[in-house]
């Protein structure tokens, strides 16, 4: 109906090649257009000056030997000063910008490793900004902006990759349980240690209040009882200590069986030799 009454409608973010006679014209603004068809006025086709992306897989080869799939987000649009260059310069666009990608991704990628890869991905996409922009303003359109928006390596590499860092993980939590249970067992030793210590200290301060309380009461003793000895006192106070004992483990109900000599001349002997025990811890200890 339009070309009935001569007149064309451009839309908004549109514009639309006018040609007479099959030569460029004129590039027709958003709106509504008188195209004379028939002094040989025509439209030719239409340019959108939207913004528009193009998603590119490229599969590449690292610098250690690892195939990869880089996938590059290109965003770009027509420029309306250069619309008829646009569209008359390419007949296919994307075409036209994923050659150019390829390019540049196989020309950078194989000089890293996969790891420098997956680092430098805005380093890619920068050189493939830059070569697709000085290559496509020539023909009318303008570059926004290039993502590289992921690096694809091959699922048995992704496996592998997991895998090295799994055990590189569970060797670092080997390391730590090490050096904690070693740190706990040092930590045991020296309280060993220490309790070993204060247990000694305790054990001579017994001895030594036991030989300072032997002393008191043979003291005592001979002062009371005039005509003994130190010796008399002692075996005394000895023998005593000894029924004392025989009489505490008869009496404990879950204690071992002690077997010694005993007999009136086994009880001289023993007061002897626990006499003769006890001297020697007060000279040790004095």
């Not at 680092?119 to 697709?132: G, H, R, S, T, W």
């Amino acid at each position: 109906m339009g070309n009935l009454f001569c007149c064309v409608q451009v839309d908004q973010s549109t514009v639309a090649m006018k040609e007479r006679f099959g030569k460029f014209q004129d590039v027709l603004e958003p709106g509504c257009h008188c195209m004379p068809w028939f002094l040989g006025s025509q439209v030719a086709g239409h340019l959108s000056l939207r913004l528009q992306q193009l998603d590119v897989r490229c599969e590449t080869k690292t610098k250690d030997n690892v195939f990869v799939n880089v996938v590059a987000s290109i965003q770009y649009r027509a420029i309306a000063e250069k619309a008829n260059d646009a569209f008359y310069r390419l007949s296919n666009t994307r075409t036209q910008i994923q050659a150019y990608v390829f390019d540049v991704i196989r020309a950078s990628v194989p000089k890293l490793n996969l790891d420098d890869a997956f680092e430098q991905k805005n380093e890619i996409a920068k050189a493939v900004e830059e070569e697709l922009e000085k290559a496509m303003s020539a023909y009318g359109y303008e570059i926004v902006q290039t993502l590289i928006v992921d690096i694809e390596p091959d699922e048995h590499v992704k496996r592998a990759m997991n895998e090295i860092n799994a055990a590189a993980r569970l060797r670092v939590a080997a390391n730590e349980k090490a050096e904690a249970e070693k740190i706990l067992q040092i930590k045991r030793a020296e309280g060993e240690a220490e309790a070993k210590y204060l247990s000694g200290m305790g054990i001579a301060r017994q001895r030594q209040a036991i030989v300072d309380g032997l002393r008191d009461s043979v003291l005592g003793f001979s002062v009371n009882v005039p005509g003994t000895t130190a010796k008399d006192v002692m075996d005394m106070v000895l023998v005593t200590q000894y029924f004392d004992t025989m009489k505490e483990i008869g009496a404990a109900s879950k204690s071992s069986a002690v077997f010694i000599p005993h007999g009136p001349g086994a009880v001289r002997d023993v007061a002897t030799q626990i006499r003769d025990g006890l001297l020697q811890a007060s000279a040790s200890s004095s």
